[in-house]
């Protein structure tokens, strides 16, 4: 039982890019599909695919190197925990390295990036950054 499943996904990653995988599998949800889907539309990985298994479906990710086979991500940071949630209003999304990473915040609206967060003067709280 994993009792933190964005943290696992943000590991799962990780290691990928760290033994040189072209993909990886991660276990679905709705919070991880989305997580996936700003991932792709920020340009941190090339694809993504679901698929259904009967119980709680499936994550495929297609990892992105750039042209010297260096991963894109340079690093994937959880903030909010299970033992310690952090919020934040709009006026107080952080930045991640001055601007160059991405904040994933959850939202009364959905899970949506810090900037669209901003955009839309919603806080949340703070599931992750992206560099």
């Known amino acids: 039982m994993v009792t933190d499943p964005v943290a696992d996904m943000l590991t799962r990653i990780r290691n990928a890019l760290t033994a040189r995988q072209r993909h990886t599998i991660v276990p679905g949800s709705k919070l991880k599909k989305r997580l996936a889907e700003i991932l792709k539309e920020e340009g941190y990985i090339e694809d993504f695919s679901w698929t259904d298994d009967n119980k ?35 006026e107080e999304i952080p930045q991640v390295r001055s601007g ?20 839309a003067r919603a ?6 950054n992206i560099w």
């Open 56 to 90: 709680q479906g499936v994550l495929h990710l297609t990892l992105k190197y750039d042209s010297n086979g260096q991963p894109v991500i340079e690093g994937l940071e959880r903030v909010s925990k299970p033992g310690r949630r952090v919020y934040c209003g709009h």
């Open 100 to 119: 160059l990473g991405v904040v994933v915040i959850s939202t009364s609206q959905g899970v949506v990036t810090g900037r669209d967060a901003r955009a």
């Open 123 to 128: 806080g949340g709280e703070v599931l992750c």
